[in-house]
């Protein structure tokens, strides 16, 4: 499946809480780039919640079914993660993490009410005005010589290109980053550099 032109995804990390008959969800919901990146912050939460029963979480990376997953972490199964899974799913989320931590209130909620819960939590926190409309970016290194760096600086300044690192030496080495949108635009405009060493990435 192709990269789309634009997508849903969130501005920063956000929180949620739902409650019933004494037990607590505290929901978190994070914009993240890769597995690593989620790894991370369930681990954080594991650590700054000992005490908390669960940490069910789900998320979505990328444009295939196969990159959308979740986990109920010890609730009954499909109870947690799925209706958590499902929010992202209806909010058309991508690149989202939400986590809910849950601290047990003494008395059993049974799976329809699991699934509520989890699922009201989750929605808590996907607040609307967190959310955004992305455009993926290329971002691409190029290297060049130092008597090359004003024509370089030229075009940077003219067209919807933002430096993400520079090193300016003899040879000066710059990552760039613009909307897949305006790839070709940019991309004729950077074309007599290609022979001095330049690769790219999606993001």
């Known amino acids: 499946m192709s990269t789309p032109t634009s997508y849903l995804t969130l501005i920063g990390n956000s929180e949620g809480l739902y409650k019933d008959k004494g037990s607590k969800f505290i929901a978190y919901a994070y914009p993240v780039k890769d597995l690593e990146e989620i790894k991370t912050y369930i681990q954080l939460l594991k650590e700054e919640h000992p005490k908390s029963r669960h940490v069910c979480y789900a998320y979505r990376l990328g444009f295939t079914p196969e990159e959308a997953r979740s986990n109920d972490d010890g609730e009954p199964s499909g109870s947690a993660g799925k209706p958590i899974l499902n929010t992202i799913l209806s909010n058309n989320l991508y690149y989202t993490l939400v986590a809910v931590v849950r601290y047990f209130g003494g008395t059993l909620l049974g799976v329809p009410g699991l699934i509520h819960a989890y699922k009201e939590a989750s929605l808590d926190a996907l607040k609307e005005e967190n959310i955004y409309i992305k455009e993926p970016e ?4 190029i290297e060049i010589g130092y008597a090359e760096l004003n024509d370089l600086m030229k075009i940077i300044k003219k067209y919807p290109v933002r430096i993400v690192k520079q090193e300016i030496n003899n040879l000066c080495t710059f ?8 790839e070709e635009m940019v991309m004729k405009k950077l074309e ?3 022979k001095l060493g330049l690769t790219s990435h999606n993001s």
Request: charged share 35%.
């Open 138 to 141: 290329k971002i691409i290194q």
């Open 175 to 182: 990552e760039l980053a613009f909307k897949l949108s305006d």
């Open 192 to 194: 007599d550099f290609n």
